[in-house]
């Protein structure tokens, strides 16, 4: 794959934006990549494990010059970061993010960005629990999904443009509007996320039963639970307070679902249980066919690990 | 380890059975180890993969002459095949059990078995979201718990010599009573696989988003809940029906801290969301410390899979 752009800049240096850094030197997908993070920590973690051709410490010199700027930050503070760089924009750049959310992003972003300037949201579904700097690595986006959601009267070749920058990161890539997108991950992934939380703080708050006694006996469903739990909580809070119409809306079908349950359990209604565990059955063996998932028992985990 | 039990007989042939079979295999732990299902076809394949040292087609020659018998079914049978068996089961004997309840259990089969027995309830707390025989690996119970629920007056020996046997399997053994331990997996096995049939199945249910859409975005999360939601049907409605009471009670617990949240997010509050979410971080940490889950990223699935 030849090199597509001549400068991009990661602004935000955390778990997506490292693993963009290694899987587009893995593919050799740009000319320099350069770096720019808030946090003067983060900067200097890059410098030493060589994250980025160069981490600048400001966000202008990052920018500057670039063909493509890719805004990494918590979906909270996106439109603070469009305001404060755009005045350095290069024209004919090309502006993306990577947030969860895409109406509230655009809405942000979008009236800071001088004519002239592409703008393509893009939202990779693919991630781990780890954050920070170090947690990035060049395979995370294979075989995962990326979803544009461009303007209408985008520039196709810059939308096109950036497709390839995804599929050669090893991604597969849709596009849509910023709507269904923000419907598809409040079910996908903010609603599970939003109920992995509440379990696992319902379980820490318990008199009759210990933390201790949680954390010895997770193996049995809980532990599944704390991992998606123990994502970074500022990334987190801005999903839920920048998706709530969608993210309410699914609680909503979950809580008349679990009431039905419940209901199920209290009057003895087994064939009603019965007919509900085996239908759910059917969704994982899709998502395995789909290769989004291992077949291998409980996801392939190290077995009896002391 | 030397033999500990003449002849053990496993009575149902699953996912726990057989992984009992292979590590007692694996320990040399005792001298035959038969078995019994009620299903042919099950019965069939054991045969085939040299599960058990022989099968039979009847609960009472698998009973007959065992020094430990296993109930290895759903727990919604388990007093129709105590009360089946009662008359075969060899004096100075010991039954036990792996069912996910232990009140119910006891109530169901306590009363079927002759003077002379010892009863002791057992519940392994591992497993995987494959079923039948062919499911099993002498690996399961490597560093898990198994907890122990004699009654009082039980004769001492034969729990020690019932927990050595466990102990020689990989696991960990803890005693407690049946009422705490039907709190504790409420909490940390029971809730938790209501809350991912629940969810898998609203996801399976909205008119606004496709199953297909589902299945491919699934990676942001919602897969992780699809793995659990693959579990047994049966032996999850007859958990579901005979641990009603605890079982209720964490997700009466759930539904109030979910409306908590949903109402930060509602309003607005960021703080509330941001602390909710940091605190739930700990209880992870303390889990993969206790060595009951790996710190690999995504549990450590294999990446990138096509």
Known sequence: MAQMYDRVALIGLGL??????????RGGLAGEVVGFARSAETRETAREIGLCD???????????????????????????????????????????????????????????????????????????????????????FDNRWCLLVPAEGTDPKATAKLRTLW???GANVEEMD????????????????????????????LRRVTDSEVIKYSAGGFRDFTRIAASDPTMW????????????????????????????????????LHAYFTRTRAIRRGIIEAGQDTDAPNFGRAVGKK
């Open 16 to 25: 997506i934006a490292s693993s963009m850094f290694w899987a587009m030197k």
């Open 54 to 140: 160069q981490v600048y410490d400001t966000l202008s010199e990052a920018v500057e010059g670039a063909d493509l700027v890719v805004l990494c930050v918590p979906v909270g503070v996106m439109g603070a970061i469009a305001s404060e760089m755009a005045g350095v924009l290069k024209s004919g750049a090309t502006v993306t993010d990577v947030g969860s959310v895409k109406a509230d992003v655009i809405a942000q972003v979008g009236p800071h960005l001088p004519k002239g300037v592409h703008f393509i949201p893009a939202h990779p579904l693919a991630g781990t629990e780890h954050s920070g700097p170090k947690s990035g690595f060049a395979e995370l």
């Open 167 to 169: 599929e050669s990161m």
């Open 178 to 205: 910023a709507e269904h997108h923000d419907l598809v991950v409040a079910v996908t992934s903010h609603a599970p996320h939003l109920i992995a939380y509440t379990m696992v703080g319902v379980a820490d708050d």
């Open 237 to 272: 809070r801005d999903v839920f307070l920048s998706n709530k119409d969608a993210t309410l809306e699914i609680l909503g079908r979950f809580t008349e679902e679990l009431f039905a349950l419940q209901r199920a359990i209290r009057q003895g209604d087994g064939d009603h």
